[in-house]
Nanobody, 127 residues
Framework: QVQLVESGGGSVQAGGSLRLSCAASGFTFSRACMGWFRQAPGKEREGIAR???????FYKDSVKGGFTISQDNAKNTLYLQINKLDPEDTAMFYCAARVLEDCRFSSSLNPGAFDYWGQGTQVTVSS
């Protein structure tokens, strides 16, 4: 079955960096579109980055320049490099996969555009 397992979260000080990983299994990783989302306490889950099976990447406007999504198809792993962390970045971060339909022409960061989800990894940024 499809599994997505995030790791790499933690507690960091403002200005620091983290690299989140998402290990994928149960589907053909190179054919899927993948995304990173976050959900802060009391807020809705929001899409922050997406990478299509074409290699095209898309970002929420507010994270451009600070967040980088990438993937290693040989390792079936998705990454999110986060630089210059801010306390407002404190959230649970989730990876998600779109595998059930052709996704290569979509740029959607809507959670409804993805089929499978991981359990999340917590990122806490202190000032």
């Amino acid at each position: 079955q499809v599994q997505l397992v995030e790791s790499g979260g933690g507690s960091v000080q403002a200005g620091g960096s983290l690299r989140l990983s998402c290990a994928a299994s149960g589907f053909t990783f190179s054919r899927a579109c993948m995304g990173w989302f976050r959900q802060a306490p009391g807020k809705e889950r929001e899409g922050i980055a997406r990478i299509n099976n074409s290699g095209a990447t898309f970002y929420k406007d507010s994270v451009k320049g600070g967040f980088t999504i990438s993937q290693d198809n040989a390792k079936n792993t998705l990454y999110l490099q986060i630089n210059k962390l801010d306390p407002e970045d404190t959230a649970m971060f989730y990876c998600a996969a779109r595998v059930l339909e052709d996704c290569r022409f979509s740029s959607s960061l809507n959670p409804g555009a993805f089929d499978y989800w991981g359990q999340g990894t917590q990122v806490t940024v202190s000032s």
